[in-house]
Nanobody, 122 residues
Framework: QVQLVESGGGLVQAGGSLRLSCAAS????????MAWFRQVPGKEREFVAA????????YYANSVKGRFTISRDNAKNTVYLQMNSLKPEDTAVYYC???????????????WGQGTQVTVSS
């Protein structure tokens, strides 16, 4: 089992940057695909980015491509989401997730963190 704890959320002005971190417990972190999703009230949780076991492959939603970068440090059991050029529509609770197969579907991921709020002001 994997426990995930996100951090790094906060309030930022449009055009600014934030870096989210997700620390994972357990010794098998490198065997999991890691992803970030986000959710706003009243809407479904949506895919943001994913990264393969070694970090060699990354996947992004079209809405964040070119602005967000996902990375991982397997020695630190941590995955990151660097968010640049933030827009008000990026405001959401951001969730870290771990799974066995990379993809955009929520049901591919077995473990979820509690989420961290990101608010982008205009």
């Amino acid at each position: 089992q994997v426990q995930l704890v996100e951090s790094g959320g906060g309030l930022v002005q449009a055009g600014g940057s934030l870096r989210l971190s997700c620390a994972a417990s357990g010794r098998t972190f490198s065997s999991y695909v890691m992803a970030w999703f986000r959710q706003v009230p009243g809407k479904e949780r949506e895919f943001v980015a994913a990264i393969s076991w070694s970090g060699g492959s990354t996947y992004y939603a079209n809405s964040v491509k070119g602005r967000f970068t996902i990375s991982r440090d397997n020695a630190k059991n941590t995955v990151y989401l660097q968010m640049n050029s933030l827009k008000p529509e990026d405001t959401a609770v951001y969730y870290c997730a771990a799974g066995s197969v990379p993809g955009r579907r929520r049901d591919l991921y077995d473990y979820w963190g509690q989420g961290t709020q990101v608010t982008v002001s205009s």
